[in-house]
């Protein structure tokens, strides 16, 4: 997976030329396959060197040495997720495994083609997931494709027990004593369902206060979503004692999560969290439509792709198998269409997307289907749009 990081560097690099490569692959079974059509795209890729930049045969092969190392490579082949894409340049390969099933993409560029892998870092389906157990702590980022563990290391508790070692020796903050629940009884009273030692509610509040003091903390002023997993007795409890702005409450991810895979605990918590991602998309066709009319959005190739370079728009839709060739002119703020042949053409979606995303717009690359308009292949919300519509519901 690509981080964020790693996307920058890519989106920032320039050289005399490129390539970019995806292609569909298979998580198990069709190994074989995958290296054929890499094969078939590390061929393609050299004829387009040769074509648009007048290199030899033998100068093309060279540029994609260290790439075709990989063709052969079967352990490489054998752990791979549903798309692969592959950055080639002077001096520079890199190749990460995504959970999307890419279309089949080979291009060659001074820039690179980062357009398919934006919804993987964009905010629009961006969460956190904290999992808790008396056991474990463990926070996550994820989005719609993939999850990651957070270090929390000295930001939250490790456990319950550790936590409760922070408090007095006696622990009267997390037990009642007397018959009456006044000081001064040799036995504790515990306020657990049916009496349960087990389940000391005063112990876990302060297990959990002090796990959300860390996560609030390292949260601060994030926006995405915090969607909590775990024992269905610690979920009331941290919702209490939570200080974080964006808590989902909609739905929790239940049960013991301490050994649960990452992919099938992704798998659970956006079967919890994914409708609410439906919602954000659904208000966003529904803005563009209501403001199309005052021509606050849009799908005029001509207007959108210097609005999104310039990052005007919060949100862009592009047909992900719609592409437009030429090249964006700073001067007049405009862009000239060309066709892929030219060797002066960019993907201007690709361009889009790469500089809204960066501007902090939401990008969809999206089916036809998916457009706001689906007899376009760009649609955006120019940001004032947003700004006014916000100032609105203040």
């Known amino acids: 997976m690509i981080n964020q990081t790693q996307f920058n560097t890519l989106a920032a690099a320039r050289n005399d030329y490129s390539v970019s490569i995806y292609i569909p692959t298979y998580r198990v079974g069709r190994a074989q396959e995958d290296q054929i ?56 390969l890199e190749y990460y495994s995504c959970p999307i099933d890419f279309e089949p993409m080979i291009y060659v560029a001074p820039e690179y083609y980062l357009r398919p892998i934006v919804p993987m870092l964009g905010d629009a389906d961006r969460f956190h997931l904290l999992a808790l157990s008396q056991g474990a702590v463990k926070l996550y980022t994820a989005t719609r494709y993939a999850i990651s563990e957070v270090d929390t290391k000295g930001l939250v508790p490790v456990n319950m027990d550790a936590a409760l070692m922070q408090e007095t020796p006696d622990n009267d903050l997390s037990r009642a004593g ?37 996560v609030s903390d390292y949260l601060c002023d994030d926006k995405a979503p915090l969607l909590l997993g775990g024992a269905e007795k610690l979920i009331p409890i941290y919702k209490e ?10 739905g929790h991810v239940s049960g013991n999560l301490e050994e649960v895979a990452p992919g099938l605990l992704h798998e659970k918590a956006w079967g919890v969290i994914g409708k609410h991602f439906d919602r954000q998309a659904n208000r966003d066709r529904k803005l563009y439509g209501d403001n199309k009319v005052e021509g606050a959005a849009g799908h005029d190739l001509e207007t959108v792709v210097p609005a999104a370079i310039n990052g005007r728009v919060a949100a862009l839709w592009m047909d992900r198998n719609t592409y437009a060739y030429g090249a964006y002119h700073q001067e007049t703020n ?15 979606l690709n361009l889009s997307a ?14 036809k289907a998916d457009m706001p308009d689906p007899a376009t292949g760009i649609c955006a919300i120019y940001r004032y749009a947003v700004d006014q519509q916000n100032g609105t519901n203040q």
Request: hydrophobic fraction near 35%; proline fraction near 2%.
């Open 241 to 250: 004692a939570n200080s974080y702005a964006h808590l989902y409450t909609d």
């Open 334 to 348: 405009g862009i000239e269409v060309m066709t892929d042949e030219d060797k002066n053409a960019t993907e201007l």
């Open 354 to 367: 790469v500089n809204a995303f960066l501007a902090g717009a939401r990008v969809y690359n999206v089916d």
């Open 37 to 92: 059509r890499y094969k078939n795209a590390l061929k393609t890729a050299a004829g387009k060197l040769q074509k648009r930049y007048e290199l030899s045969e033998r100068e093309a092969e060279r540029f994609l040495a260290e790439a075709r190392k990989l063709e052969d490579d079967l352990e490489f082949w054998q752990n791979q997720s549903d798309g692969l894409a592959v950055f080639i340049g002077a001096n520079r």
């Open 178 to 214: 007397g018959p009456e629940g006044g000081r001064g009884s040799s036995q504790p009273i515990y306020f657990g369902r049916g009496g349960d030692p087990s389940f000391d509610v005063e112990d876990y509040k302060v297990y959990l206060d002090r796990v959300n003091e860390g």
